[in-house]
Structure formats: structure tokens, C-alpha cells
């Protein structure tokens, strides 16, 4: 099993351009989480999604947009970047019922310039 | 409202010193899981541990040590021995089983410098 995937590894924007950053899961998790980790401010949760089809806004999820259309992948787009997305994004996911440990992906470093 | 706080920002140790990171939570809610994650250079996150709040042994892993204490909100995590391996940003999270989502909420990490 790859376990949580990510892509790309690395990124360097212009501010206003837009990406898509890829998260896929092969172990068949319900629950799928994005987070972002700045310097001295841990990882705060952008949006999450329970389920295929569904999605729901977290802590920070302003300027960014999700998408769930299939279990294994999700998501996560900037349609307009800023420099204060400037940051290393984390894909996480989990089984469903019981609330058991998330397993992240390696991350994807945005620099938005 | 839900929150992580891990107090000490940067620790430094010197090989074989023991060492012990802090966590402190708050949350209403009576069924919550707590949780320790690791991220060494390398940035990827590694969980160590998992509790639930019905919960409250110690538990020992090697040289890791948790204890988790209701009474005081924290569940700390102690490195016996330490080595260079463990240097690393440490995260203590929370996840409360009644929100929506239950996603962590992290503490801001503590980073942990362990010299030869």
C-alpha cells in the first residue's frame, strides 16, 4: 500500500495564478482532511470531508476550494493565490466510526511569490 | 472552545538526558482522543500515540513514556534516554469524538534538540 499520496512534492506560484494539489488514499478511509503548517502554528485544518461527494470548511478555509468525487482522492484548489498561502500543506485520512489515528501524506510545500 | 497547548517552544538535551514535553487541553466534551505526533528534518508526521478520554493508564512504549491526567488536562510524553534519532518537532493533538468532521486540533509543537 502507498498509504496517503501527494502532488506535487513542491511548488512555486505568482501570486493570482491557480493549482490543484492531489491527495489520494488507498486504504479505503471515509474521513479525508487538508490541513496547512506555517512556521510556529502547527497544522490547522482548511476543509475535510466525511464521504465521497461531501465537504465541509475547517479552521482556515478561506481562498481555497475542495473537492471529493471519488472515496480515494481529494482535492484542494487556489483559485487566486496569495503570498499568505505560502505554506507546506498536509493531506490526511482515517477510518470512519471510532476516532483512530489519521494518517498524513508527506506534504506539499507551496511558495507563492 | 477546543485547544492544544504545548507550552515549551524548543527544548535542548544532551544525549541520554530524559526529557519530558508538556501538553495541556481544553474541551466540553466528555469523550475526546488525544494524540502525539512526530516530525523529524525529514517533515513527514509519524504517530506515536493514541488515547481515549475513558482512558487514563500510562502508558510505556520502549523510551517513551505517556501519562495522561484528566485532572489536570494534560497528557505528557517523556523521552527516557533520549538520542539524536529524536530530535524532532513534537505534536500533541486533540480530537473530540461529538465535532463534526472530528479532526485534529494541534498544539503549535514542541522542538526537541538532542546533541551528542
Known amino acids: 500500500n502507498a498509504g496517503v499520496t501527494q502532488t506535487p512534492k513542491f511548488r512555486v506560484l505568482k501570486t493570482g495564478q491557480s493549482m490543484t494539489l492531489l491527495c489520494a488514499q488507498d486504504m479505503n478511509h471515509e474521513y479525508m482532511y487538508w490541513y496547512r503548517q506555517d512556521p510556529g502554528m502547527g497544522l490547522r485544518l482548511i476543509h475535510y470531508s466525511v464521504g465521497e461527494g461531501t465537504t465541509a470548511k475547517g479552521e482556515v478555509p478561506d481562498g481555497y476550494n475542495v473537492s471529493r468525487l471519488k472515496k480515494q482522492n481529494f482535492l484542494l484548489g487556489l483559485e487566486s493565490a496569495a503570498p499568505s498561502q505560502t505554506s507546506v500543506y498536509f493531506c490526511?485520512?482515517?477510518?470512519?466510526?471510532?476516532?483512530?489515528?489519521?494518517?498524513f501524506g508527506p506534504g506539499t510545500r507551496l511558495t507563492v511569490t | 472552545a477546543q485547544k492544544v497547548t504545548q507550552a515549551q517552544t524548543e527544548i535542548s538535551v544532551v544525549e541520554k538526558e530524559d526529557v519530558t514535553l508538556d501538553c495541556v487541553y481544553e474541551t466540553r466534551d466528555t469523550t475526546y482522543y488525544l494524540f502525539w505526533y512526530k516530525q523529524p528534518p525529514s517533515g513527514e508526521l509519524v504517530f506515536l500515540i493514541r488515547?481515549?478520554?475513558?482512558?487514563?493508564q500510562n502508558e510505556i512504549s520502549g523510551r517513551y513514556s505517556w501519562n495522561f491526567q484528566k485532572s489536570t488536562s494534560s497528557f505528557n510524553f517523556t523521552i527516557t534516554a533520549s538520542q539524536v534519532v529524536d530530535s524532532a518537532v513534537y505534536f500533541c493533538a486533540l480530537s473530540e469524538a461529538n465535532q463534526a468532521g472530528t479532526a485534529l486540533i494541534f498544539g503549535k509543537g514542541t522542538t526537541l534538540s538532542v546533541s551528542s
Open positions: 488515547r481515549n478520554s475513558f482512558d487514563e
Open positions: 490526511a485520512s482515517r477510518n470512519g466510526g471510532s476516532v483512530y489515528e489519521q494518517y
